[in-house]
């Protein structure tokens, strides 16, 4: 009778736990995924656009799978319990308050599941944290609030200030507001670049979610961190520490071109086809965005 | 003693037949553990409704992309500051552990009163001077920007030192460090109560647990918040012109040591606000299934385990501040064990109930669901203890659905479930079922779609702290705002039980719970004698927990 | 009390005012600490309330605070601090006078002793633990200069000094001069505390006094011969002796050493309170719980005192 009951309530669990995994594979880990940015109403990761995030996205995966397991476990075993107990179907209590076996299961159980969450999480940990051989390098200062890029190895290529669009200049610009900038940071496509952040300031965070990269930038410290864009295309993100009043105003964009164009770029002085007009054209806007 | 006829006695400082003193002395100069609690519990429900004004405005705000609500957007992070701040201090730490601590710990280990009495009251009236600063700090100055705290409730400098020179944050600092002392004697005083005052026969190993629970619970706030005082202290000093340097880089200061200290101290807060929630959940369970609680020991360390463990896995959050990856990596697997102790107790409740004769009260309802949430915060706090996938996750709303999980779902569920359990022990009459069932309900569906949204919108990429987002995340952002309409009916509905409750006064026994409830509160009348254990009780040798 | 015959020996104690009075000067003493060190000045016209109360009119602190990111400090707000700082010491002199009243008529049974012993070694871990916070401070910073001057040369000034020593351009303290002497003090101190004890225990109360005296005296000497420093090292600040807002050491310095003196002077006291208890023939030779919390306290500010002359002092003399 008591090991019946035992069986029957694991299968429900487990029952629910299955169900739950359908659910996720069908609704929650396919969901829409947009390319460099958010998705409307998404419910999932952004896309992955460098190894970092490849990863990542496979350990969220997995911690996912587990951890919706565990609640769905958890939840059948508390809806068996209440109904198989329930004071009209049980309504003489038993007395055990002992079980030193099951005690002992579920301490290991957990410690087991946790060993199998934390050797990809390490792997992962290690592999986003230590920087490879980059060929590229760029500093990105937070200011209050706007971001300054800089391209250390490169004394000729200006400094620039990245201001956010406002609405109107997004929209005729063809951007998502909140997310458009002025001046994209410039960086090659599959190339290992490496990314210094620091703030002259108020704390910022430099965050790309679709790169997996979120480094705070704080005054007298330089944070590093890399990244490598497998494809071409305009990555955005948004400051992600608390830094005053435009903190949901000094976004985050990056433009990857081709390693020609890069070249190019670097060559014109940061600029992808010499005129100076654009440059202006830049400044021009920084001016009148400015939220100071 | 000789009863003083009344006519005799002065208004003031008088006692009436049980021993109970005029209004003014009874309640502003107290000395008794269960009019303290009572007071607390007051300030807990007034906390509690200011800060969730603050939040249902702040998620009126977020309806829609767009800033509509606030007159500037400093307006609004005042209010995110506020809110996390209050509802933490002021609504979850006064309401369990000095609201249902100071009533409850003495009955249960059978004691007359706390350890000392005086000072209990002392740690009850610094919390008023502390609120009153917070809400002074709301009409001054903060910054250039406007009045009031902007710099979130981790109070990260430099934007709480530089960011806002105005007084404003001044007053906060004195607000906490008032609130910190008011809870360090707390702690003080329930640790001397428990070591010292048990009735003969009640051995640690046969103590209630939520006395085991406001134990460890006290030695986590006796060791964290001097902590904290000192951080407020140094960026008091930091923040006067000419002052000290701790956090300024320019003069060789290191503004992350700030957010040690802070973590140092805020990780066990965490523990502090779940701990005497999980020690309520415990008495419930068992007391809803007939049942003994299973693995009494085990429940009991496991909280201690918590504790422990509490102190050294800060860093988790401040995984993105630029760490080495080896104290990353310590970080992440010190986190991940904290699941353990915790799932201990998750199974042993549901141990508990296995076997038993449960009876769907309301106070067990709102326990059942505390498990069900608590272990969907909990195993979300799993993922984000993941160091590398925190670095998407970190500053995102699956943080804030997490933290909400565990804080507006764990810590106010257990609050709840509490508050109808005991609410016929403490005040003497039984509150309207429907009424109550309509707040349960309500709430319910109301908390789970404000947050769970809230996840698709972290792991869509939507920062916290923002006043103002991209269209993507509006679906989802109104969704959550919806579910602040259901929360606050909800909320309406708990104040029109209490109101009902003490209006129609049905009166309850001694214990009308029956069967299951065994601790030693069940023995006295309802509410309990102004002074209880005149004659202590013994505990005998074959009793349960 | 009416009811039941009380049947234990716990202290139960009758209303009492102290603890509401406490709340409210704690207030006002918080509000005198904001206003005398930050000011408090409404920013724009909307709150006559705020007008009426406080000093400095209102013109607008926008500017100002653009311009200097400095506060202005309101004209009297000492007062409000001394106000504060007389009503608390009020409260507690009527506190400690009724728990003195309380030992006297022999409400603290032994039991209640204990509890008492409980909760006096509970306070010193919680003030133990608020040391740990300035010390943590202070070994960061001693530990890791050197990263942090490799961080960021373009913020940290004298960043080139600062990867050699935490604290450029600041000659330590030396530590064999007067710190020395106060280490000798405060030990000292902590053998007469002892003596007083014993002597209070077989009964020589001429003992007592004498060493209680002593170890009065030894605090205040110790607190005058800080206080010397201190103002030495504010006249010399300019020639390379730490001040406070010189630079993160001596922010450190300033408010561990000042922390750990005002611990120094509640301990003093703590300890002339008993002192006096003596004098006026306080204090049982077989019941003396607040002479020995005095004594714990003292030995507990001692053992402070013992780490920062080792950290703050020898090792930074030495080079950290
Ligand atoms: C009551 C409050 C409370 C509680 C109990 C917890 C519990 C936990 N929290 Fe949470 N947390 C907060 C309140 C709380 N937290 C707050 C307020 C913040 C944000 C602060 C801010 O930035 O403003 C935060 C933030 C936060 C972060 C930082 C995120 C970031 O900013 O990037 C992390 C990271 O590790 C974390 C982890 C955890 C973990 C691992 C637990 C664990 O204790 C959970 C353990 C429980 C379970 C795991 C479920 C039950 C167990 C089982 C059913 C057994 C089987 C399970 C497994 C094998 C996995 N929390
Ligand atoms: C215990 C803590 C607690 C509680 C209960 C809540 C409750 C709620 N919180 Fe909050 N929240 C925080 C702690 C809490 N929160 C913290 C720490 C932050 C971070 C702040 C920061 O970033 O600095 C935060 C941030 C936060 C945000 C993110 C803001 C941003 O980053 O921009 C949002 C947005 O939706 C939000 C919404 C809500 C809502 C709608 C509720 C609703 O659930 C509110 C409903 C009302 C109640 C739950 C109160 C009912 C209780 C009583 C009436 C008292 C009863 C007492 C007795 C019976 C004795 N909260
Ligand atoms: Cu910059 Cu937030
Ligand atoms: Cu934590």
């Not at chain 1, 230590?130 to 971001?147: F, H, Y």
């Not at chain 1, 410039?186 to 910022?204: D, E, F, G, I, Q």
């Not at chain 3, 003992?207 to 000497?221: D, S």
């Not at chain 3, 703590?270 to 019941?287: H, N």
């Amino acid at each position: 009778m008591r090991s019946k009951n035992t069986i029957l309530a694991l299968v429900v669990a487990l029952v629910l736990a299955v169900a739950s995994y359908v659910i996720l594979a069908f609704v929650g880990l396919s969901g829409e995924r947009g390319e460099g940015m958010a998705v409307r109403g998404g419910f999932y990761l952004q896309e992955a656009a460098t190894p970092v995030m490849e990863d990542l996205t496979t350990v969220y995966n997995l911690v996912t799978y587990i951890i919706a397991g565990i609640v769905a476990f958890v939840l059948g075993l508390m809806a068996y319990i209440m109904i198989r107990y329930r004071e009209k179907a049980n309504p003489v209590p038993s007395k055990t308050s002992h079980n030193t076996l099951i005690e002992v299961v579920w301490t290991i159980v957990p410690v087991l599941i946790l060993l199998v969450i934390a050797v990809p999480s390490m792997q992962l940990l290690y592999f986003q944290d230590r920087i490879p051989e980059t060929e590229v390098t760029v500093k990105a200062v937070g200011n209050t609030w706007n971001w300054e890029y800089s391209y250390p190895d490169h004394e000729d290529v200006d400094s620039f200030v990245s201001n956010p669009l406002d609405k109107t200049q997004s929209t005729d610009a063809g951007k998502p507001y909140l997310f458009a900038t002025d001046a994209a940071l410039v960086v090659p496509v599959n190339t290992k670049v490496k990314v210094l952040v620091t703030s002259v300031n108020n704390m910022h965070s430099w965050t790309v979610p679709s790169f997996g990269i979120k480094m705070d930038a704080v005054p007298g410290i330089i944070n590093e961190t890399w990244f490598e864009v497998y494809e071409e295309g305009t990555y955005y993100g948004q400051c992600s520490e608390i830094c005053g009043i435009k903190h949901y105003y000094m976004p985050i964009e990056v433009e990857v071109v081709s390693k020609e164009a890069y070249a190019a770029w670097i060559a014109n002085g940061g600029s992808f086809d010499g005129s100076v007009a654009e440059n202006n054209n830049m400044t021009g806007v920084q001016t009148a965005a400015a939220p100071k | 003693m000789v009863a003083i006829p009344e006519s005799e006695v002065p208004a003031e400082g008088g006692y009436d037949d049980d021993g109970k003193p005029g209004f003014f002395a009874r309640w502003f100069y107290s000395t008794n553990h269960k009019d303290i609690g009572t007071l607390y519990l007051i300030f807990g429900i007034i906390s509690g409704l200011i800060g969730g004004f603050l939040s249902f405005m702040m998620r009126m705000e977020l309806a829609e992309p767009g800033i509509q609500f606030f007159t500037n957007e400093h307006q609004y992070l005042v209010y995110v500051s506020m809110h996390g701040l209050i509802m933490i201090f002021f609504m979850v730490m006064p309401a369990l552990i000095g609201g249902f601590g100071n009533w409850f710990v003495p009955i249960m280990v059978g004691a007359p009163d706390m350890a000392f009495p005086r000072m209990n009251n002392l740690s009850f009236w610094l919390l008023p001077t502390a609120l009153i600063c917070l809400l002074i700090s709301f009409v001054v100055p903060g910054n250039a920007n406007g009045n009031g705290f902007g710099g979130s409730w981790v109070m990260y400098p430099p934007l709480s030192t530089t960011g806002h020179p105005g007084p404003a944050f001044d007053f906060i600092i004195i607000g906490l460090l008032a609130a910190g002392f008011s809870s360090i004697f707390g702690a003080i005083n329930f640790i001397t109560t428990i070591l010292n005052m048990r009735a003969p026969g009640m051995t640690m190993h046969k103590m209630p647990l939520f006395a085991w629970a406001v134990l460890v619970t006290a030695f986590l706030l006796l060791l964290a918040l001097p902590v904290l005082a000192a951080a407020l202290f140094m960026l008091f000093t930091d923040r006067i012109a000419g002052g000290t340097g701790f956090f300024d880089p320019a003069r060789g200061g290191d503004p992350q040591m700030f957010q040690h200290l802070f973590w140092f101290f805020g990780h066990p807060e965490v523990y502090i606000m779940i701990l005497p929630a999980f020690g309520i959940v415990s008495h419930i369970v068992s007391t809803f299934s007939k049942k003994p609680i299973f693995g009494y020991l085990g429940m009991a360390y496991a909280m201690v385990a918590i504790g422990v463990v509490g102190f050294v896995v800060w860093a988790h959050h401040m995984y993105t501040v630029g760490m080495d990856v080896n104290l990353k990596a310590y970080f992440l697997a010190a986190t991940l064990v904290i699941a353990v102790p915790t799932g201990v107790k998750i199974f042993s409740w549901l141990a508990t109930m296995w076997g038993g004769s449960i009876r769907f009260t309301i106070p067990m309802q709102w326990a059942l669901a505390f498990i069900f949430l608590f272990v969907v915060g909990g195993v979300t706090g799993v993922m984000l203890a993941n160091a590398g996938v925190d670095a998407y996750l970190h500053d995102t709303y699956y943080v804030v659905a997490h933290f909400h999980y565990v804080l507006s779902m764990g810590a106010v569920f257990g609050i709840f479930a509490g508050f109808y359990y005991w609410f016929g022990k403490m005040f003497g009459v039984m509150y309207n079922k429907f009424l109550a069932a309509a707040h349960f309900w309500l709430f319910f569906i109301g908390v789970n779609v404000i947050f769970f949204p809230q996840h698709f919108l972290g792991l869509n990429g939507m920062p916290r702290r923002y006043v103002d987002y991209p269209e993507e995340f509006a679906i989802w952002n109104s969704v959550s705002s919806m579910g602040a309409w259901i929360t606050l009916a909800g909320v309406a509905f708990f104040f029109a039980m209490l109101i009902e409750a003490f209006i129609v006064r049905r009166r309850v026994g001694d214990n009308y719970w029956g069967e299951g409830a065994t601790t030693l509160e069940w023995t006295l009348s309802s509410p309990p004698p102004y002074h209880q254990f005149n004659t202590l009780p013994r505990i005998e040798d074959n009793a349960e927990h | 009390m009416a009811g039941h015959a009380v049947e234990h020996d716990y202290h139960l104690i009758p209303p009492s005012p102290w603890p509401f009075l406490s709340g409210i000067a704690a207030l006002v003493w918080g509000v005198g600490m904001v206003v005398f060190f930050a000011g408090l000045v409404p920013r724009t016209g909307e709150s006559p309330m705020l007008e009426f109360f406080f000093s400095k009119g209102l013109d607008s602190l926008q500017d100002s605070y653009r311009a200097a990111g400095d506060k202005v400090g309101a004209d009297g707000g000492w007062i409000i601090l001394v106000v504060g700082t007389l009503f608390a010491a009020y409260v507690m002199y009527g506190w400690w006078k009724d728990v003195a009243a309380e030992s006297k008529a022999g409400d603290h049974t032994p039991v209640v002793d204990i509890g008492l012993r409980y909760g006096m070694i509970m306070f010193i871990m919680q003030e133990a633990m608020f040391f740990v916070g300035w010390f943590w401070m202070f070994f960061e910073l001693g530990l890791f200069h050197k990263m942090r001057a490799a961080w960021n040369p373009d913020v940290l000034e004298n960043a080139d000094e600062y990867a050699t020593s935490m604290a450029p351009g600041i000659k330590g303290v030396d530590p064999w001069n007067l710190p020395l002497m106060n280490t000798v003090i405060l030990l000292l101190s902590g053998t007469t505390v002892t003596w007083a004890h014993h002597a209070l225990i077989h009964g020589d109360r001429r003992g007592a006094k004498w060493g209680l005296g002593l170890t009065v005296l030894l605090g205040i000497l110790f607190t005058f011969v800080q206080g010397y420093e201190y103002l030495e090292l504010f006249h010399e600040r300019t020639e390379g002796h730490p001040w406070i807002s010189t630079d993160a050491f001596g922010s450190a310095f300033f408010m561990a050493t000042g922390f750990h003196g005002l611990h120094v002077l509640i301990g003093t006291i703590f300890l002339a309170i008993m002192y006096l208890r003596l004098v006026k023939g306080g204090l049982r030779p077989e019941k003396h719980f607040g002479l020995e919390a005095a004594a714990w306290y003292w030995h507990f500010v001692d053992v402070v005192w013992l780490f920062l002359f080792a950290f703050v002092y020898i090792i930074f003399a030495v080079g950290m």
